[in-house]
Structure formats: structure tokens, C-alpha cells
């Protein structure tokens, strides 16, 4: 698995990577094989920072879309919550007295309440909002840099 290198052989990752010159490696100077490095971390650097922004566009705007959900949805209830109290109130009143009807119907709507509010919670619980694959392309270019240390010395 492991050759010793010769300057007539180039590594497999060298030749998938061409030179942002195009220029050929053997017969480039020290500085401009730099230079073409760093010009290469720069672009990517750049493209890792508009992939991180990309990934972070789209769970936000998930998250916002359930918000706008959550919202359209405490709106219709409480309107809900309103007239179906006055109808079960009104209704109970005819079994019960006016104040136990009420307590009633106040207790039906908080135990509803609580129920809607934990559901809420653990599905904007599973918003993800860190770039995972930005992260991961970063940790792949991490092991690559020991290899790159040990090739120029």
C-alpha cells in the first residue's frame, strides 16, 4: 500500500486535484506550489462558508414555517377556545351551577393547553440548526493537513 515517492510519481490526490494554473507540479517552484495552495484553501474556505450558510437557510426556514404553524394555530384555538367555553358552559349550567361549570370547562381547556404546548416543544426540540456536512467537510480537511505538513518537508 505505501510507495516511496520519487519525484517522477505523483500521489493520487495530486492528480485529482489539478492546479488552479493548470501549471505541471514537477516543474513549478516552491513559492508559486504555495501560492496555489493557499489560493486553493481560500476557495474552499469560501465554498465551506456558503454551504454552512445554505444549510443554515434551510433549518431556519423549517423552524420558521413550523412557528408560522404554531402561530395560525394558537390564533383558530383561541377563537375556538372562546365559543365552544361559552357553549359548554351554557350547556353544563343546565346540570350543574354556573360557577362549576365554569371551573369545568376552564380545567377541560388547560389540560388541552398543556397538551398542545409539550407537543410544540418536543417537535421544535428536533429543529437541527448546525451544518452537519459543513462540519464534516471541515474534519476531512483536518486529516488532510498532517499528510500535506509531511509531503512539503
Known amino acids: 500500500m505505501s510507495q516511496a515517492w520519487s519525484g517522477n510519481q505523483t500521489d493520487d490526490r495530486l492528480q485529482d486535484t489539478p492546479?488552479?494554473?493548470g501549471s505541471d507540479v514537477g516543474s513549478a517552484s516552491v513559492a508559486q506550489l504555495l501560492g496555489e495552495v493557499v489560493t486553493d484553501l481560500s476557495t474552499l474556505m469560501r465554498q465551506e462558508l456558503?454551504?454552512?450558510?445554505?444549510?443554515?437557510?434551510q433549518d431556519v426556514a423549517k423552524a420558521g414555517r413550523g412557528a408560522a404553524f404554531i402561530a395560525t394555530a394558537a390564533v383558530a384555538g383561541l377563537l375556538l377556545l372562546m365559543?365552544?367555553?361559552?357553549?359548554?358552559?351554557?350547556?353544563?349550567?343546565e346540570v350543574w351551577p354556573l360557577p362549576?361549570?365554569?371551573?369545568t370547562v376552564t380545567a377541560i381547556w388547560a389540560?388541552?393547553?398543556i397538551a398542545a404546548a409539550?407537543?410544540?416543544?418536543?417537535q421544535l426540540r428536533e429543529v437541527?440548526?448546525?451544518?452537519?456536512?459543513?462540519?464534516?467537510?471541515?474534519?476531512s480537511i483536518k486529516e488532510d493537513a498532517p499528510w500535506l505538513s509531511n509531503r512539503n518537508s
Not at 409539550?118 to 418536543?122: C, E, H, I, S, V
Open 19 to 21: 492546479t488552479s494554473q
Open 100 to 103: 362549576v361549570a365554569a371551573a
Open 128 to 139: 437541527n440548526l448546525k451544518p452537519d456536512r459543513t462540519i464534516e467537510s471541515i474534519s
Open 50 to 57: 456558503a454551504l454552512a450558510k445554505a444549510e443554515m437557510r
Open 83 to 93: 365559543f365552544l367555553s361559552f357553549t359548554l358552559i351554557w350547556w353544563l349550567d
Open 111 to 113: 389540560i388541552i393547553c
Open 118 to 122: 409539550l407537543t410544540a416543544r418536543k
